[in-house]
């Protein structure tokens, strides 16, 4: 049998598919939905690299990391090895995230990439920075430290007090001959040996009450200090918790 | 009415205002106002003639699915184009064939635009617009595309930015080098 039928041409094929009522024209409402939440993804995409970066700068500052480049080449060696880069690879990876987003909106992709990239990372950084000085996280801290913090509790213990060997924080309770003791966030006490080289970049007038930071080994309860600096007391308010009763 | 609209060349963005407001009787006057433009402009990325006819299935009925979101304060070309560019980068990626590069310098950095409408760009339009179908498929897409569009299809670069979502000065610097590597091509085919 022959087919004499011309075959259809596009134009047919999707009038017919119109008509037949097969495909439909989406509603206005959809789009605006659609934006709606492109919106919403970048704020909360925005919201998360804030948290996250002020977050990374809480966990510099409260662990005494942010202090190590002070004390020289050997600092900047061990700020390198003990900075959180799962952290920081997560804030990258959110920068992206953003940016991928922010493509979508006109006003973004009208212009080079490298600007609205710089222009998030800047944000990025100065709003983590500001969020940092603002005491959302030691809130959170003390928060977390009490119990009081189901969600993100143990990150923020796990991170706001973190245990390096080579890296402590604390406040002076004594000076002594060769030396301090010191009580750490996790209230220890250890006792801080100085010798001949030790460094002191910010001078050496260290008295009881000063928060400090030691960079030294730690042997039990002994740390051979390489360098001491005394920091300022941002986070004193949570070295103030009531102490866990002595066993 | 409708052949009278058809006939008084009334403009797309109204005709799609018609249709948004649900007088579907009037997509097919967009249809044949760019069946024939958007076939060439598949022609040159697809060989094939089943596939360039899916394609083009496929993105007239995006057109009409999405017309609610066209504004048509806006121009009505680049918009359908930018749909085309989208059905042709899938159309691409799923026969494997180089599709546009996720990462490109040329929309990474500022570029300085060069004024593009004196009359010397208009003659060597036309020249350049003979010289494009003898030596086109020797282009890489992400230059290929504007070539097309600016020179056969006669897209601003304005226009142009809009179809593929990037500054317009890439636009201009893509021409640019494009325009030079065709005339490297065309010279070692003998053409020029």
């Given at each position: 049998m022959i087919n004499n039928q011309e075959p259809k041409t596009t134009k047919e094929r999707v009038l017919e598919e119109i008509k037949s009522s097969q495909i439909k024209m989406r509603p206005k409402f959809y789009f605006v939905l659609k934006t709606v939440l492109l919106a919403v993804g970048f704020f909360a995409a925005g919201a998360l690299v804030l948290f996250l970066i002020s977050f990374i700068s809480f966990h510099l500052r409260a662990s005494g990391i942010w202090y190590l480049p002070g004390f020289g080449l050997h600092g900047w060696g061990i700020y390198f090895r003990l900075m959180p880069w799962f952290l920081i690879l997560a804030g990258l990876i959110l920068i992206l995230i953003l940016e991928i987003l922010a493509k979508r909106f006109s006003f973004v992709w009208r212009r080079p990439i490298i600007y609205s990239l710089l222009a998030i990372i800047l944000i990025a950084i100065i709003g983590g920075f500001i969020i940092e000085r603002t005491p959302f996280h030691p809130g959170l801290f003390s928060k977390a430290r009490q119990g009081k913090l189901p969600f993100a509790g143990s990150a923020y213990r796990e991170f706001g007090m973190p245990r390096f060997h080579d890296v402590q924080r604390g406040v002076v309770e004594e000076v002594i001959e060769n030396g301090f003791k010191i009580r750490t966030f996790d209230d220890q006490l250890l006792t801080v040996v100085l010798a001949e080289e030790t460094q002191f970049p910010f001078g050496k007038e260290i008295e009881e009450g000063d928060t400090i930071v030691v960079m030294g080994e730690r042997e039990d309860d002994t740390v051979r200090a390489f360098g001491v600096r005394e920091i300022d007391d941002q986070f004193r308010m949570f070295e103030r918790l009531p102490r866990r009763p002595m066993h | 009415m409708r052949d009278e609209i058809s006939r008084q060349k009334v403009k797309d963005e109204e005709i799609a205002l018609l249709i948004q407001s649900g007088?579907?009787?009037?997509f097919d006057i967009l249809l044949e106002r760019y069946e024939e433009k958007i076939r060439r402009y598949s022609r040159k990325f697809l060989s094939d003639h089943e596939d360039i006819n899916d394609v083009l299935q496929d993105i007239f009925i995006k057109t009409y699915k999405n017309i609610?979101?066209?504004?048509?304060?806006?121009?009505f070309s680049p918009w359908l184009y930018r749909i085309a560019h989208n059905e042709l980068i899938n159309a691409l990626k799923k026969k494997k064939k180089n599709p546009l590069p996720l990462f490109d310098l040329d929309v990474f950095l500022p570029h300085h635009l060069s004024d593009n409408n004196d009359l010397g760009e208009q003659i060597e339009r036309r020249e350049m617009a003979e010289l494009i179908d003898k030596c086109l498929g020797k282009l890489e897409p992400k230059y290929r595309e504007p070539v097309i569009l600016y020179y056969l299809e006669e897209l601003s670069y304005k226009d142009i930015a809009e179809v593929m979502r990037v500054p317009i000065s890439t636009v201009g610097i893509r021409i640019k080098r494009a325009k030079e590597i065709m005339r490297t091509i065309c010279k070692k085919l003998g053409y020029l």
């Open positions: - | 007088k579907i009787e009037f609610r979101s066209f504004d048509v304060k806006r121009k």
